[in-house]
């Protein structure tokens, strides 16, 4: 019954924005990090950005500076802010978050195109 849901992918053009988000249907104890993945046709899944549960943030370097992850671990959600999309950020994004156990979202399509 528990279930990471993903909203926000869409189709936009090169240089603009979208914004993910990501949330718990049921409340989850004892996460220690939400994060995002994404997985291109033919790739494999790839980590983007990662928030901990207090508040530090990393991300992979081909989304440094572009993206911003942030996340409210009292409500078990987390958001995807991507600025100055490339083609080569098109891919499904998963939600992650990560404790005892792993969760992952159904995903969700991005795809940057003109």
């Known amino acids: 019954q528990m279930q990471l849901v993903e909203s926000g992918g869409g189709l936009v053009q090169p240089g603009g924005s979208l914004r993910l988000s990501c949330a718990a249907s049921?409340?989850?104890?004892?996460?220690?990090?939400m994060a995002w993945y994404r997985q291109a046709p033919g790739k494999e899944r790839e980590w983007v950005a990662y928030?901990?549960?207090?508040?530090?943030?990393n991300y992979a370097d081909s989304v440094k500076g572009r993206f911003t992850i942030s996340g409210d671990y009292a409500k078990n959600t987390v958001n995807l802010q991507m600025n100055s999309l490339k083609p080569e950020d098109t891919a499904i994004y998963y939600c992650?978050?990560?404790?005892?156990?792993?969760?992952w979202g159904q995903g969700t399509q991005v795809t940057v195109s003109s």
């Open positions: 049921v409340r989850i104890f004892s996460i220690n990090v």
């Open positions: 992650n978050m990560q404790g005892p156990g792993t969760f």
């Open positions: 928030v901990s549960s207090r508040g530090s943030t």
